[in-house]
């Protein structure tokens, strides 16, 4: 049965290996947020990332290599376990972080970044003065006080690619060679990093 793996990738070796997939390209995402919040003058940037999806997983796995490439400190990963207690947890981290040195976070993904930024005032500091922030998944970033700058994969063109291999799977069968398809996010500007707003 023609199948594509959409926002997937199945390890070397998986049987699954050998389907037609179709992603974005997460750590290119993260390395978008890093190199913005660099060119804004931070050296270390801290993420608060979820582990609950393969999108997460990548964004986590995308942050090292980033840092690296970029000359930035890694800091350890603040995990989001449960959605209902984060937000507090990862605005008390955020806090301690802050009070390091540290004045960037990348927070994966919308739900629990857009909260922050009310937590993280009752603590004493506002985004963007004195936490840059940036969300991964630009859902509903927009909508946060302040706007919230995001990296936005490219979810309708993703699906659009996904149904397009699909199709051409069906008509050419095992003569088409198997694709492995991933799509580059873009970073939407906002308020909440400080510098100049363009989307």
């Keep these: 049965m023609p199948t594509v793996l959409v926002e997937r990738r199945a390890a070397a070796g998986d049987p699954a290996a050998e389907l037609d997939s179709v992603s974005s390209d997460h750590h290119h995402g993260v390395l978008l947020a890093l190199r913005h919040l660099a060119a804004l003058g ?42 209902a207690t984060a937000p507090e947890a990862v605005a008390r981290q955020l806090a301690e972080a802050a009070g390091e040195g540290v004045r960037a976070a990348l927070v994966h993904n919308d739900q629990d970044a857009i909260q922050l930024p009310a937590l993280l005032r009752a603590r004493g500091l506002s985004v963007p003065e004195d936490l840059a922030l940036i969300s991964y998944d630009d859902v509903f970033a927009a909508l946060g006080a302040p706007p919230l700058t995001a990296v936005a994969p490219p979810k309708r063109a993703v699906g659009a690619a996904a149904v397009d291999l699909l199709l051409r799977r069906l008509r050419h069968g095992h003569t088409l060679p198997v694709h492995r398809l991933e799509l580059l996010p873009e970073l939407k500007v906002r308020a909440s990093c400080g510098g100049t707003a363009s989307a």
Excluded at 69 to 78: C, D, F, H, M, N
């Design 42 to 83: 931070h050296d270390s940037v801290v993420l608060a990332a979820r582990r609950d999806t393969w999108t997460a997983m990548t964004v986590r796995s995308g942050y090292p290599e980033a840092c690296r490439a970029l000359g930035l400190t890694a800091r350890p990963v603040i995990d989001i376990d449960d959605p």
